[in-house]
């Protein structure tokens, strides 16, 4: 149990496109969502707290203009990458917490995205 | 603010060889600390987990002390298998960033050869 799906799995795009990534909670309902961006070699970086029918938390530096984050039921998050350049090209991973369960964290498998 | 190092990698090794990945951390008051696991293609699973001072978590053959005095949470295994090559994270939660929010270290890949 406690599964996380992330679809799609790799994306590219054209500089000045936005990209929607889903993040679905499969068998279990998640109150709270996170994103992270992860660099090569580098360690997950948290983005952003989704947290259903209320305004994602976004944490210091992040743009959230740019990083449009919805959590609109209680399976299901989605970032959009809005006006997507080469810089934000990076693998994106969303993590799900039990709404019934206590701290832990399930994680989905995460998104490449390429932005040419 | 808090923050994890672990020891780069990769690391590689024998079937049935002893494995340590060092893990050392920053935090103000008293965090949890994880360890993760990412397989090829998969999400990160919680491979075990310490909540206090001196706790030892422990699952399929890993181990990991918390050990406040030296700030560390290395991760042991004393026969590692060819199905434990995967990429391990140590994170820590609590402190100064409350408990829901995870910080990550780097990660560290482990290759183990038959």
């Known amino acids: 149990g406690a599964v996380v799906s992330q679809h799609p799995s790799w994306v590219i795009c054209k500089s000045g496109t936005s990209v929607k990534i889903e993040c679905r909670s499969l068998?279990?309902?998640?109150?709270?969502m996170f994103w992270y961006r992860q660099f090569p070699k580098q360690s997950l970086m948290l983005m952003a707290t989704?947290?259903?029918?209320?305004?994602?938390?976004?944490e210091q530096g992040v743009e959230k203009d740019k990083f449009l984050i919805n959590h609109a039921s209680l399976t299901l998050s989605t970032l959009t990458v809005t006006s997507a350049h080469p810089e934000d090209s990076s693998f994106y991973i969303c993590?799900?917490?039990?709404?019934?369960?206590?701290?832990?964290?399930?994680f989905g498998p995460g998104t490449r995205l390429t932005v040419l | 603010g808090n923050s994890v190092t672990q020891m780069e990698g990769p690391v590689t090794l024998s079937e049935e060889a002893f494995l340590t990945i060092n893990c050392t951390y920053t935090?103000?008051?008293?965090?949890?600390l994880f360890w993760y696991v990412q397989y090829p293609g998969e999400g990160l699973q919680l491979l075990l987990k310490?909540?206090?001072?001196?706790d030892k978590g422990s699952n399929k053959g890993f181990e990991a002390t918390y050990r406040k005095e030296t700030t560390s949470f290395h991760l042991e295994k004393g026969s590692v298998q060819v199905s434990d090559s995967a990429v391990y994270f140590c994170?820590?939660?609590?402190?100064?960033?409350?408990?829901?929010?995870?910080?990550f270290g780097t990660g560290t890949r482990l290759l183990v050869s038959p």
């Open positions: 993590s799900a917490k039990p709404t019934r369960s206590g701290n832990e964290q399930f």
């Open positions: 068998d279990f309902q998640a109150t709270t």
């Open positions: 989704s947290n259903e029918g209320s305004k994602a938390t976004y």
């Open positions: 935090a103000t008051g008293y965090p949890s």
């Open positions: 310490a909540t206090k001072a001196d």
């Open positions: 994170a820590l939660s609590g402190g100064n960033t409350g408990f829901q929010k995870l910080v």
